[in-house]
Every structure is written in structure tokens, then in C-alpha cells.
């Protein structure tokens, strides 16, 4: 085979990006959430899509879907970027702000797609290691900073797979650091107690990255959006492609965002849902640590992970195995469901542990 037919080196020894997705009948790998959006919402979908101009290219801008964003969060429109998922956010960011001869900085364990967008950009990745707790060692983030000058930083917050939220007082430690851009990846910070959005400005090189598929219950869409700076927003719309966010898209986003109480309730439940499930956990011999999301990272003490989460699997209940990842020796991570889907889990977490 021809040189020209394969893929560059770094590439080509990437294992990517994988989480198994086996049929089960209870299904808490992937953060999902277990509610649909409200039926009002699929209605007023199903009236837009009808008066969609099919031949037409979407709107370049997603100006419409911004606007309704920035209300959301009251800045201006034009320090909102969307993408489709916030992966593509996280992407473009990379490919504008790192790239080759720049580095990204990441704090370990967190997010796989951090490092993963970083390296397939070109980029330089430095790795950071959290505290023994999981928590975010700021001696080590200042190593990591002086050491490698990253371009960008990323924070997960609440951070995934751990759960924890980070504080302002932390956050605003390592902004004060950061020698170029800090991204807040808050995927999940409609189930934590504040966000990063505070500190957002047009003066601090900071930027909030956002997703639709959790709290909003809007996976299948694929829909992500970041707040930050007017001047990088400017910056991200060099670099993403054209007509890059669909019309159908574009709908769906701006219709969510008119049931706000809604998505409320439910974010609401599975706070609820989540104190109960951990209240469980902690009568059972296994490690848990403290989540502001809508899952919880546990060690079982009695049995190796592996083996936990294929006894789990032959009860037709998946949740994340990440006792591969590094850092997290023997954990595993479950999306709060159901209260019928965490019973069925917790039945089933009580044998394999027995």
C-alpha cells in the first residue's frame, strides 16, 4: 500500500474514543437523561420542521438560536458559539487556539475528549495529576503551567468521571495562572450548586463550554454551545466549517429553550434521585465520592471492578467502566436513571458485591 493511502503516525496510534453500547435493558453508561423532553416540546419541533425550506442552506450564523442563548445566560449574542455537541466546540477551540507547536493542559482523571480533540488537532498535551482524592491539586496546576506555557487549560466542572464541582475560589486560582485560555467544560453544571458562567467576560480569557444532551434531554440532537469572550467567538467562526449547524438543529435549540421550567423539574428529580442512590451506595462496601452531576463514580472494596461490572452486564444493567482509566483503579461510574432503573441497578450491584 502506498504511503499516500495512510493516515498520519499520530493518528494511525490512536485507539479513539469508545463507550460500549451493548443492548441492555437498563442503560447507565452515558450520562443520558432518563427523561424525554416535555411533549409540547416534540409538538412545536414537528410544527417547525414542517416550514423548513429543505432546499435552503441553514442559517450560517445560528443568529436566531444565539440570541435565545445569551437571554438564556444575559450576555450578548455575540459571545455565544454553537457547534453540534459540545465536542465540536471543544474541537474548533483546538484547532484555533493549539494546534501544532502549542500545547493543552488537562488535569487527570477527567474527560478522555480533552486530550483526545487536542492531540488529533496537532497539538501538545500536558498531563497533570490530580490529588489522591480526585480533586484538583493546585500545586500541580501550577507545575504544569510554568513547565509548559499551555495555550489552553481545561476544567471539567462538575468534572467527569469524578462528579466534584470545583469552587470559585479555585477556579478563579487558576485563571489567575493560566498563561493563555481557560476552558470550563460545564456539561453538566445544571446539577451543580453554581457555575462558571460568573466570571465570563470580555476582559478574562475564560470561556464556558455548554451541552443539550444532558439536562435538556436533547442526546440525538447533538447540539453544544460555548460563552466566552466576544473576541474568541470572532476567532471560532474563522476556523469552523460553513453552514455547519443544520436548520432542524437550529429548531430544536431555540423550541428548548422555551421550556426552561421544564428542564428544571427534571434536573430537579434527578437531584433528588442522585441523594438517594448515594444514600444507598455508602450502606454498601464500596468507595463513593461526592457528585454535583447526574452520576457517581464508586470502587467496589470486595471484588475488582472488572469483574463487578461484568456481573452487572449479565443482569442487563451497563453502567461506565473506568477502572482502565487513569487514576481510577477498580472504578465505575453510573448515570442516575429511573428510580425503577437505579433499583433494578442496585439489586443487581448487591449480588455482584455479595
Same mark, same amino acid.
Given at each position: 500500500?502506498?504511503a ?7 493518528v494511525?496510534i490512536r485507539?479513539?474514543?469508545?463507550s460500549?453500547q451493548v443492548?441492555?435493558?437498563v442503560r447507565?453508561n ?5 427523561f424525554p423532553?416535555?411533549p ?6 414537528? &410544527?417547525?420542521?414542517a416550514?423548513v425550506?429543505?432546499? =435552503?442552506? %441553514? #442559517?450560517r450564523?445560528a443568529?436566531d438560536?444565539? +440570541?435565545?442563548?445569551a437571554?438564556?445566560?444575559g ?13 465540536e466546540?471543544l ?8 494546534g501544532?507547536g502549542r500545547?493543552v493542559?488537562?488535569?487527570e482523571?477527567?474527560y ?5 480533540i487536542a492531540?488529533i &488537532?496537532?497539538?501538545d498535551v500536558a498531563?497533570?495529576? =490530580?490529588s %489522591? #482524592?480526585l480533586?484538583?491539586?493546585q500545586g500541580? +496546576?501550577?507545575?504544569?503551567?510554568a513547565e509548559h ?5 481545561y ?6 468521571p469524578?462528579?466534584?464541582v470545583?469552587t ?7 485563571l489567575?495562572?493560566v498563561?493563555?485560555?481557560l476552558?470550563v467544560d460545564?456539561a453538566?453544571a445544571?446539577f451543580?450548586?453554581w ?6 467576560s470580555?476582559?478574562t480569557?475564560?470561556v464556558v463550554t455548554?451541552?443539550?444532551?444532558k439536562?435538556w434531554s436533547?442526546?440525538?440532537a ?5 460563552v466566552?469572550p466576544?473576541?474568541?467567538?470572532a476567532e ?6 460553513p453552514?455547519h449547524?443544520d436548520?432542524?438543529k437550529q429548531?430544536a435549540g431555540?423550541i428548548a429553550?422555551?421550556?426552561v421550567?421544564?428542564m428544571?423539574?427534571?434536573?430537579a428529580?434527578l ?9 444507598e451506595l455508602?450502606d454498601?462496601?464500596v ?6 452531576a ?7 472494596v470486595?471484588r475488582d471492578g ?7 452486564l449479565?443482569h442487563?444493567?451497563l453502567?461506565r ?5 487513569l ?11 429511573t ?5 433494578r441497578f ?5 449480588k455482584?458485591l455479595a
Open positions: 500500500m502506498g499516500h493511502f495512510l493516515p498520519r503516525d499520530d494511525a485507539a479513539g474514543y469508545h460500549p443492548s441492555v435493558e447507565l452515558t450520562n443520558e437523561s432518563p423532553p416535555p409540547e416540546f416534540l409538538d412545536a419541533l414537528a &410544527a417547525e420542521v416550514r425550506e429543505w432546499h =435552503r442552506y %441553514p #442559517d450564523a443568529w438560536l444565539r +440570541v435565545k442563548i437571554a438564556l445566560h450576555v450578548v449574542p455575540e459571545q455565544v458559539f454553537v457547534g453540534n455537541g459540545s465536542n466546540v474541537q474548533v477551540l483546538s484547532l484555533t487556539y493549539a501544532p500545547t493542559a488537562v488535569f482523571p477527567t478522555a475528549m480533552h486530550s483526545q492531540r &488537532a496537532g497539538s498531563i497533570g495529576a =490530580r %489522591p #482524592d480533586s484538583l491539586d500541580e +496546576v501550577r507545575r504544569v503551567l506555557t499551555p495555550a489552553i487549560t476544567v471539567c466542572s462538575p468534572n467527569n469524578t462528579g466534584m470545583e470559585p475560589e479555585t477556579l478563579g486560582e487558576v489567575d495562572l498563561p493563555g485560555l476552558v460545564e453538566y445544571q451543580a450548586p457555575s462558571a458562567l460568573t466570571l465570563v470580555d476582559d480569557p475564560l455548554r451541552t443539550f444532551s439536562t436533547m442526546a440525538a447533538r447540539l453544544g454551545y460555548l466566552g466576544t473576541w474568541v467567538v471560532l467562526e474563522k476556523v469552523v466549517l453552514y449547524l436548520t432542524f429548531a431555540r429553550l422555551d421550556f421550567p421544564e428544571e423539574r427534571r434536573v428529580e437531584v433528588e434521585e442522585r441523594g438517594r442512590l448515594v444514600a455508602v454498601l462496601p468507595e463513593v465520592w461526592p457528585s454535583s447526574n452520576f457517581v463514580l464508586f470502587r467496589p470486595t472488572d469483574s463487578v461490572w461484568h456481573d452487572l449479565h442487563s444493567v453502567v467502566n473506568c477502572s482502565s482509566w487514576g481510577l483503579d477498580g472504578c465505575l461510574r453510573v448515570t442516575i436513571g428510580t425503577d432503573e437505579d433499583d442496585l439489586a443487581a450491584l448487591r455482584a
